[in-house]
């Protein structure tokens, strides 16, 4: 059974850090790329970051590349998102998702490739 599970999600200052987790279970992780969305209310599900199955490669938009920093340790089945100088506009339900192929590039990052998720963790900054 698959199983993919983020936390670390909260209430934070704008200015400040978050580090969110994702674990999962049953979908070989070290085989697959695995992607930070984001959803907030009203909008499109955006992706913020992407890292291939090895960790040698990873993906961010323009709205958070040098602020989000994504990372992996496949012996653990972990993938982690350090988020700093967060801005209100961050404020999302953030999701960790595993790509439905193997091996795959992050190149065309998009929720349709992704076919395992978890049920998201809550980020809200405050001005």
């Known amino acids: 059974q698959v199983q993919v599970v983020e936390s670390g999600g909260g209430l934070v200052q704008s200015g400040g850090s978050l580090r969110l987790s994702c674990t999962t279970s049953?979908?070989?992780?070290?085989?697959?790329?695995i992607g930070w969305f984001r959803q907030a209310p009203g909008n499109e599900r955006e992706g913020v970051s992407c890292?291939?199955?090895?960790?040698?490669?990873?993906y961010y938009p323009d709205s958070v590349k040098v602020r989000f920093t994504v990372s992996r340790d496949n012996n653990a089945n972990t993938l982690y998102l350090q988020m700093n100088n967060l801005k209100p506009e961050d404020t999302a339900m953030y999701y960790c998702?595993?790509?439905?192929?193997?091996?795959?590039?992050?190149?065309?990052?998009?929720?349709?490739?992704?076919?395992?998720w978890g049920q998201g963790t809550q980020v809200t900054v405050s001005s």
């Open positions: 049953g979908l070989a992780f070290a085989t697959r790329a």
């Open positions: 998702a595993a790509d439905s192929n193997f091996y795959s590039s992050c190149m065309n990052f998009s929720p349709d490739r992704f076919g395992y």
């Open positions: 890292i291939i199955w090895s960790g040698g490669s990873t």
